[in-house]
Each structure stands twice: as structure tokens, then as C-alpha cells.
């Protein structure tokens, strides 16, 4: 079965330190979604790539947060500084969209992220 | 108002009980829709589309109303193992967004 995989699964780090979370989607799927997931706020949407282009970040705080795609098997999620508010559990998914649609979306293990 | 809402529960049922969760979402040009389970501390998976038919996957149906806007998932003859959050997933067409949009979720905890 293809799945996307995530790195690292946890990690723990103190507050203003750099924290990468790193993606590989399942081959074959044209957008890559970043997700967090807090119990107070839910899944919510951070950036999307299509294609590996960026399409929509406005669910991320740009101050400190950043999204890349450097290749269609690596999709990264860095803050720099991190704070202790972005303790949550970063979910990659993938998946096919086109025009008018989008297809179901597969996740990654997620990283959880505690900042203290 | 949230875009897509769910009642939280949790829904505490017996084994063998029906149990019903429904969703509503705000935009009417929606297309596509989801149901996801999340066990605690795992990845959601997908549990199936919804069709505007309805469809069927064993114990699972699920509805879509698009007057109401709203979707539902029904379960049949609950088994201990269906406990867990359900995330209903909405496509918001029209906004520009080609992504899901998740609700927040509703436990159900099937006991014995």
C-alpha cells in the first residue's frame, strides 16, 4: 500500500528553536496539504503545493512559519522561531486535485510537536 | 459560523446499537464529501466518499442532503472496534480552495 510518510514522528524542542518536518507523498498525487490538529482548534489547513507550486498559505502564520516543495518527493514545514503555541501534531496528506475537484486526501503519521 | 461543524459527543452507544452522526456545511457549491476516522494519537484514514445517491459500505452508510446541507454517517450493529473520532471532510467549491475541510469531530465510544 502507498502511504506518505512523515519525519520525525516526534520531537521535542525549547522555544525559539528552528523544528523541520519533512513529507513524501505518494507518488502519483499532485498536491501535498499541510494540516494541524490541536484538541481547541482541530484539523486546520496550513499551505497546499500543486504540482509542487505553492497555492494557498494563508492558514500559517508567515512570521514564522514556511512550506517548501523542493522536489515531488519532498515537501518540508519549518518554523524558526518556534513557540510554545505551536505545540500540536503537524499532519502531511496527499492527494489528486484537479479543476473542479478534489480527491480523497491520505495522511502521514503526523509529527507531534511539543515546544516548551 | 464554522465552515463545517460536528456535534463532539462523545456518543456513548452499546454494542449492536445504530448510532447516527451528522454534519452541516456552510458552502452550498460543495462538491466533494468525506467520512474519516481518527483513533487517538493516529493519522485519520479514510472511512468513505459520500455520494449524492447515498451509499453503502457494509455497517457504514452514508447520506448526503444538499438542501440542508448536510451529510450523515450511519452505523449498524456498532462493534467495540468502531470506537473512535469521526471527521467529516467538505470540499469547499467555489472559494477558490482546493482542499478539504475538516470538522472538528465526534467521538464515539461503543461499550460493552
Same mark, same amino acid.
Given at each position: 500500500d502507498a502511504r506518505v510518510t512523515q519525519t520525525p514522528r516526534h520531537k521535542v524542542t525549547e522555544m525559539g528553536q528552528e523544528v523541520t518536518m519533512r513529507c513524501q507523498p505518494i507518488l502519483g498525487h499532485n498536491t501535498v496539504f499541510w494540516y494541524r490538529q490541536t484538541m481547541m482548534q482541530g484539523l486546520e489547513l496550513l499551505a497546499y503545493f500543486r504540482n509542487?507550486?505553492?497555492?494557498?498559505?494563508?492558514?500559517?502564520? =508567515?512570521?514564522?512559519?514556511?512550506?517548501?516543495?523542493?522536489?515531488?518527493?519532498?515537501?518540508?514545514? =519549518?518554523?524558526? &522561531?518556534?513557540?510554545?503555541?505551536?505545540?500540536a501534531v503537524y499532519f502531511c496528506a496527499s492527494g489528486l486535485v484537479t479543476t473542479g475537484d478534489?480527491? &480523497?486526501?491520505?495522511?502521514?503519521n503526523g509529527t507531534r510537536l511539543t515546544v516548551t | 459560523r464554522k465552515e463545517v461543524e460536528q456535534d463532539p459527543?462523545?456518543?456513548?452507544?452499546?454494542?449492536?446499537?445504530?448510532?447516527?452522526?451528522?454534519?452541516?456545511?456552510?458552502?452550498?457549491?460543495?462538491?466533494?464529501?468525506?467520512?474519516?476516522?481518527?483513533?487517538?494519537?493516529?493519522?485519520?484514514? *479514510? *472511512?468513505? %466518499?459520500?455520494? %449524492?445517491?447515498?451509499?453503502?459500505?457494509?455497517?457504514?452508510?452514508?447520506? *448526503?442532503?444538499?438542501? %440542508?446541507?448536510?451529510? %450523515?454517517?450511519l452505523i449498524r450493529d456498532s462493534k467495540l472496534s468502531d470506537s473512535a473520532t469521526y471527521l467529516c471532510a467538505v470540499n469547499m467549491a467555489g472559494t477558490g480552495r482546493r482542499a478539504l475541510t475538516f470538522g472538528s469531530g465526534t467521538r464515539l465510544q461503543v461499550q460493552p
Open positions: 509542487r507550486a505553492p497555492l494557498d498559505d494563508s492558514g500559517m502564520p =508567515k512570521d514564522r512559519f514556511s512550506a517548501e516543495m523542493p522536489d515531488a518527493t519532498l515537501a518540508t514545514l =519549518k518554523i524558526q &522561531p518556534s513557540e510554545p503555541r505551536d505545540s478534489v480527491s &480523497p486526501l491520505h495522511f502521514g | 459527543g462523545p456518543f456513548n452507544v452499546p454494542e449492536g446499537a445504530t448510532v447516527a452522526f451528522n454534519c452541516t456545511y456552510s458552502n452550498s457549491a460543495s462538491q466533494s464529501f468525506f467520512w474519516y476516522r481518527q483513533d487517538c494519537r493516529k493519522e485519520p484514514k *479514510l *472511512l468513505m %466518499s459520500v455520494y %449524492s445517491s447515498g451509499n453503502e459500505d457494509g455497517r457504514f452508510t452514508a447520506q *448526503l442532503n444538499r438542501a %440542508s446541507q448536510y451529510i %450523515s454517517l
